[in-house]
């Protein structure tokens, strides 16, 4: 077995899911909205993931207050370019920076997690 080969397997097969979806979003509107979903859904579990290594790395240096602020900006920064969606807070945004603010999401769709995401990095803790 070729040194490389042991890289290189593993890379093809992981590669395999990434071409279908692919071609699976350039061949239509539902197909792209799967596979959006898929990558929203694999970045969502990655980051959580994740999520779990930066707790406890955050609540070992004691600030185990910043970790929603930075998973959240992790996944905004990771899932953001993936699914080429950008959120704009537009009105009243100057305010965010100014103290605590309560922010209801109605779960219509699964992007309310993405749009808390892109608050977390407007804000600072």
């Known amino acids: 077995m070729w040194p490389l080969e042991s890289f ?3 890379l093809a097969y992981i590669s395999l899911p990434v071409i279908l979806a692919q071609g699976m979003a350039n061949s239509s509107l ?3 909205f799967y596979a959006r979903a898929a990558l929203y859904v694999g970045s969502l579990f990655a980051v959580a993931s994740g999520g779990i290594l930066v707790a406890a790395t955050l ?3 004691g600030k185990s207050t910043l970790v929603d602020y930075v998973v959240a900006r992790i996944f905004y920064n990771v899932c953001s370019p993936l699914i080429d ?3 704009e807070i537009v009105e009243g945004e100057e305010y965010l920076e ?3 603010a309560v922010f209801m999401a109605n779960h219509q769709s699964m992007v309310d997690v993405l749009i808390l995401g892109r608050y977390a990095v407007c804000s600072h803790p």
């Open 59 to 61: 609540s070992l240096c």
């Open 98 to 100: 100014s103290g605590p």
């Open 8 to 10: 290189i397997r593993p």
């Open 85 to 87: 969606v950008k959120v």
């Open 30 to 32: 539902p197909g792209r």
